[in-house]
């Protein structure tokens, strides 16, 4: 584990747990090694930090890719495991990014919709998704982000 995503995981965790009162539920049934698509639910900004913070191991981000373009930022999230993805294109460096961590044994968290609801309704899943399930095979662990009463989950199967 890097000292950046440590450093990270710790200072997230420790600020999270008092302040939204993170409670991490099923982060066991991520597994401890190899390929695994992270399929999450995403509601605000601070999802990907929360949900790295609360697994065991290291984690890999799709992201927006006007993120990257945010001076100092964009090094920041490319420094926590984070990969640009056009989500209005057929973005096929990205995809081939996401496969190529997949199969080299990483935690990938994406966000199958495509971006953070506003309401809590789940929308249309994007189909780079299915793509990344199809082409590498690996375990795929739905998460569930509920920001319900001051409270978040990590749900597992």
């Known amino acids: 584990m890097r000292l950046s995503w ?4 710790f200072v997230t965790r420790i600020l999270a747990a008092p302040t939204w009162q993170v409670r991490p539920y099923g982060a066991d049934n991520v597994p401890a090694t190899g390929g695994v ?3 999450s639910t995403h509601q605000s900004f601070l999802d990907p930090l929360l949900v790295g913070a609360c697994l065991p191991r290291e984690v890999h981000f799709m992201a927006r890719r ?11 999230i490319v420094a926590l ?8 294109t057929r973005d096929v460096k990205g995809v081939k ?16 919709e495509g971006t953070r609801t506003v ?10 998704v299915r793509l990344l399930v199809e082409r590498t095979a ?10 319900g009463v001051s409270s978040f989950k990590i749900e597992g199967r």
Not at 6 to 9: A, E, G, L, W
């Open 138 to 147: 690996v375990p795929v662990v739905p998460d569930l982000i509920d920001a």
């Open 6 to 9: 440590f450093s990270i995981k």
């Open 66 to 76: 006007s993120l990257f373009e945010i001076p100092g930022f964009g090094r920041l």
């Open 97 to 112: 990014t996401a496969i190529e961590r997949l199969k080299a044994g990483n935690a990938l968290l994406v966000f199958p």
């Open 37 to 39: 698509l992270l399929a």
């Open 119 to 128: 309401d809590g309704s789940i929308a249309r899943m994007k189909s780079g």
């Open 81 to 88: 495991n984070a990969f640009p993805i056009d989500r209005d």
